[in-house]
């Protein structure tokens, strides 16, 4: 079985406060909701679309929160850590129309999801560990 899935992880907390903890909860949330969302456009800008099953089965998960019921899945839910969270494609096939087969090319509605939160994530979280981001 395939599946996509990206996750984020931000492990530096050793000599880190809890509000710092917090903002990076706060973040990693946002994020991963904003991949989810790009994702499921992507559904729809792509021409994915067929029944409506992969699109619906994206879903994203983090410290405190997840999609993962509102989701039409047939996987069970990923599991996380502490300060990790996850955009996941659900649908099994999601990862041959992500990126093609010998028959169809990849029209990439997950990957460019993933790559638009990805440069966002490093931004963000570099701001928090500078204390530049309340």
């Known amino acids: 079985m395939f599946h996509a899935t ?5 492990d530096h907390f050793n000599e880190k406060s809890d509000d710092v903890k917090k903002l990076v909860d706060e973040a990693l949330e946002k994020l991963v909701r904003d ?3 790009r994702a499921k456009l992507n559904c ?40 990790e969270a996850l955009v996941h494609a659900g649908a099994p096939y999601s990862i041959f129309v992500d990126y093609g087969t010998i028959h169809m090319p990849g029209r990439p509605f997950f990957s460019e999801a993933v790559e638009s939160i990805k440069t966002t994530a490093e931004k963000v979280m570099g701001q928090i560990l500078d204390g530049g981001l309340s």
């Open 6 to 10: 990206t996750t984020i992880v931000f």
């Open 35 to 37: 991949g989810e969302a």
């Open 44 to 83: 729809t800008s792509m021409g994915t679309i067929d029944t409506g099953n992969m699109q619906n089965a994206i879903y994203s998960k983090g410290p405190g929160f997840s999609t993962f019921g509102a989701a039409a899945n047939t996987q069970p839910e990923e599991p996380i850590g502490n300060h």
